[in-house]
């Protein structure tokens, strides 16, 4: 089956700084893929779509100068959350959407982000 | 607005016994509904899917319908295992094109 690599697993940084988050589609190409943050025992809340070689679509009330998401390639996304505070420690999930025509989409194992 | 509700917060099954889990939504006309595995920390895991002309599904274990006049889609687990124990998300879908936006989930717990 489709694979798609997230990385880092877990970072912790201080408040302020910037952090990068790389989701990859190993042995597909993906045009689309997506973003998603989870709070703890809460569903998976839609951030934005990353679409290749042209801007993101962010979902409303998501802050795109905060949540910078590049996607230069046909097998990465990358999304930096800029000058983070302790309010965007949460678990942040990316995945590709099947090119098949049946939009089932194969996700990273997730980033967990903690900011001090 | 659309609207996603999967039943309860956490539902506790013997080993052994049918799980069924429910996926109910408004506002919607999906093309299609789709349910993932999540287990804790972890990214979901595609299961099933099932079109709007399709009244059931099956794999192995799991078995899934489709009422769209209900606006509604059950999932079974059959002869369920402590290894099913996870987070159960449904995600109706509009098209191949469409973004997808998943239900609060519903937290099964499978008792040796």
């Known amino acids: 089956g489709a694979v798609v690599s997230q990385h880092p697993s877990r970072v912790i940084c201080k408040s302020g700084t910037s952090v990068k988050i790389e989701c990859r589609s190993l042995?597909?190409?993906?045009?689309?893929m997506f973003w998603y943050r989870q709070f703890p025992k809460q569903s998976l809340m839609l951030m934005a779509t990353?679409?290749?070689?042209?801007?993101?679509?962010?979902e409303q009330g998501v802050e795109k100068d905060k949540f910078l998401i590049n996607h230069a390639s046909l097998t990465l996304s990358t999304l930096t959350v800029t000058s983070a505070h302790p309010e965007d420690s949460s678990f942040y999930i990316c995945?590709?959407?099947?090119?098949?025509?049946?939009?089932?989409?194969?996700f990273g194992a997730g980033t967990r982000l903690s900011v001090l | 607005s659309q609207k996603i509700e999967q039943n309860s917060e956490a539902l506790n099954i013997q080993e052994g016994k049918t799980a069924t889990l429910t996926c109910n939504y408004t506002?919607?006309?999906?093309?299609?509904l789709q349910w993932y595995r999540q287990d804790p920390g972890r990214g979901p895991v595609f299961l099933l899917l099932?079109?709007?002309?399709?009244k059931e599904k099956r794999k192995e274990r799991l078995k899934v319908t489709f009422d769209t006049t209900l606006k509604q889609s059950l999932f079974h687990i059959t002869a369920s295992q402590p290894a099913d124990s996870a987070t159960y998300l449904c995600?109706?879908?509009?098209?191949?094109?469409?973004?997808?936006?998943f239900g609060s989930g519903t937290r099964l717990s499978i008792r040796p």
């Open positions: 995945s590709a959407r099947d090119q098949g025509g049946i939009n089932i989409q194969y």
């Open positions: 042995d597909f190409q993906a045009t689309t």
């Open positions: 990353s679409n290749e070689g042209s801007k993101a679509t962010y």
């Open positions: 506002n919607y006309s999906p093309a299609y």
């Open positions: 099932i079109r709007e002309n399709e």
């Open positions: 995600a109706p879908v509009g098209g191949s094109a469409s973004k997808i936006i």
